[in-house]
T-cell receptor, first 119, second 113 residues
Framework: DVKVTQSSRYLVKRTGEKVFLECVQD?????MFWYRQDPGLGLRLIYF???????EKGDIPEGYSVSREKKERFSLILESASTNQTSMYLC??????????????????FGPGTRLTVL | QKEVEQNSGPLSVPEGAIASLNCTYS??????FFWYRQYSGKSPELIMS????GDKEDGRFTAQLNKASQYVSLLIRDSQPSDSATYLC?????????????FGKGTHLIIQP
């Protein structure tokens, strides 16, 4: 079974702190994604990566950065946390990879999520 | 703009009946379509994927795809209280690339015992 893990289920931080959210997948997936989910707004893509050291902005990258130094690990960084970044953060991975490869199947598998509260 | 539309619900269905969840999408290029189930406070779980026109069955779940009408649906037969959840429709607008999926906002399903 695909397993995607996230470093924390719940996290409370203060405004201005630097926050690291870690995601690890154990299935050798090329693609990894970070979403946030808010009531009424659904899932919104923050950043994604299709290879080690590669990253692409999603729909709402402002205030976030990412790091992918190893294939299995994708980190989301909040450089200076703000209250409007209070949210559920979801990491996902996909078994198909390569931006130039055309694949029909693009299933994503999610980690358990991190509920972040910024005070 | 690439969109995925779902009725937010709640959709209330009696136990044992068929629950029908619908989703429309905006781009005919889309190749891959997915249904996720999300329980309150939990992360989305992939339950069905469909790539070709027609029906795909897996246990009590049937996904239906009509590319001409840009419409995908999920049927849940013999609905159980444990099926109560939010169901997310997702579409791959990247043509199989690595750009991720576009998700609808979900339909909240309630199965009444």
């Amino acid at each position: 079974d695909v397993k995607v893990t996230q470093s924390s289920r719940y996290l409370v931080k203060r405004t201005g702190e630097k926050v690291f959210l870690e995601c690890v997948q154990d299935m050798d997936h090329e693609n990894m994604f970070w979403y946030r989910q808010d009531p009424g707004l659904g899932l919104r893509l923050i950043y994604f990566s299709y290879d080690v050291k590669m990253k692409e902005k999603g729909d709402i990258p402002e205030g976030y950065s990412v790091s992918r130094e190893k294939k299995e690990r994708f980190s989301l960084i909040l450089e200076s946390a703000s209250t409007n970044q209070t949210s559920m953060y979801l990491c996902a991975s996909s078994p198909r990879g390569g931006k130039r490869l055309v694949n029909l199947y693009n299933e994503q598998f999610f980690g358990p999520g991190t509920r972040l509260t910024v005070l | 703009q690439k969109e995925v539309e779902q009725n937010s619900g709640p959709l209330s269905v009696p136990e044992g009946a068929i629950a029908s969840l619908n989703c429309t999408y905006s781009d005919r290029v889309s190749q891959s379509f997915f249904w996720y189930r999300q329980y309150s406070g939990k992360s989305p779980e992939l339950i069905m994927s469909i790539y070709s026109n027609g029906d795909k069955e897996d246990g009590r779940f049937t996904a239906q795809l009509n590319k001409a009408s840009q419409y995908v649906s999920l049927l849940i037969r013999d609905s159980q209280p444990s099926d109560s959840a939010t169901y997310l429709c997702a579409v791959d607008y990247s043509g199989g690339g690595a750009d991720g999926l576009t998700f609808g906002k979900g339909t909240h399903l309630i199965i009444q015992p």
